[in-house]
């Protein structure tokens, strides 16, 4: 029955009732940047932009009331986080992704660099997870199976041109596209 929002400009996280539209609560932690707000038992999880500083970060909310939990700092991207079984998977603008225990804080692991040095800043992707692996793609369209364990890469498979798509798994198979 709740709506969330996250904007860039002016900058701030809504929640609104979904049936009359009226705001339930408003918080300004920064501003969003093509991600999509991740609620997941009874918190909201989003990320944000610091356009002074150039960096993102990943803020924990309470679902409620826009409540402060955490903040992961310095970990983000425009790519939305995955939640999942109590832990969130970021992928970040330093080319990595890291896994936090959402209760704790604490960080499980981060990846090596998932990237070939070509085209790569942003990690666009937004990463899906199915039988202990995590999937996501690069921005220079290397696609990558990580273990959802210690974040070791699996396999990787270079697609052409930018990935921009973000994977989908259905029957036993991973669906992904990317710009070319």
């Keep these: 029955?709740?709506?969330?929002?996250?904007?860039?400009?002016?900058?701030?996280?809504?929640?609104?009732?979904?049936?009359?539209?009226?705001?339930?609560?408003?918080?300004?932690y920064g501003?969003?940047?093509?991600?999509?707000?991740?609620?997941?038992?009874?918190?909201?999880?989003?990320?944000?932009?610091?356009s002074t500083e150039r960096t993102w970060s990943t803020y924990v909310l309470n679902e409620t009331n826009g409540g402060f939990i955490r903040r992961f700092e310095g970990k983000g991207s425009t790519g939305t986080p995955l939640v999942h079984d109590g832990k969130v998977f970021i992928p970040c603008n330093d080319w990595t992704m890291w896994a936090y225990d959402l209760v704790t804080g604490s960080e499980?692991?981060?990846?090596v660099p998932l990237h070939n040095g070509t085209l790569q800043s942003y990690?666009?992707?937004?990463?899906?997870?199915?039988?202990?692996?995590?999937?996501?793609?690069?921005?220079?369209?290397?696609?990558?199976?990580?273990?959802?364990?210690?974040?070791?890469?699996l396999w990787s498979y270079p697609l052409s041109s930018y990935g921009f798509g973000s994977p989908s798994i259905g029957d036993g198979c991973v669906f992904i596209t990317n710009d070319g």
């Design 1 to 28: 029955g709740v709506v969330f929002v996250s904007v860039y400009d002016p900058p701030g996280q809504y929640a609104f009732n979904a049936t009359t539209g009226q705001a339930i609560w408003s918080q300004i």
């Design 31 to 50: 501003r969003s940047w093509d991600t999509s707000p991740v609620i997941y038992d009874g918190m909201l999880i989003q990320v944000e932009y610091n």
């Design 108 to 111: 499980l692991w981060q990846t």
């Design 123 to 153: 990690m666009y992707c937004s990463p899906a997870s199915a039988g202990g692996a995590i999937y996501c793609q690069s921005l220079n369209g290397t696609f990558y199976v990580i273990n959802e364990t210690d974040g070791g890469v």
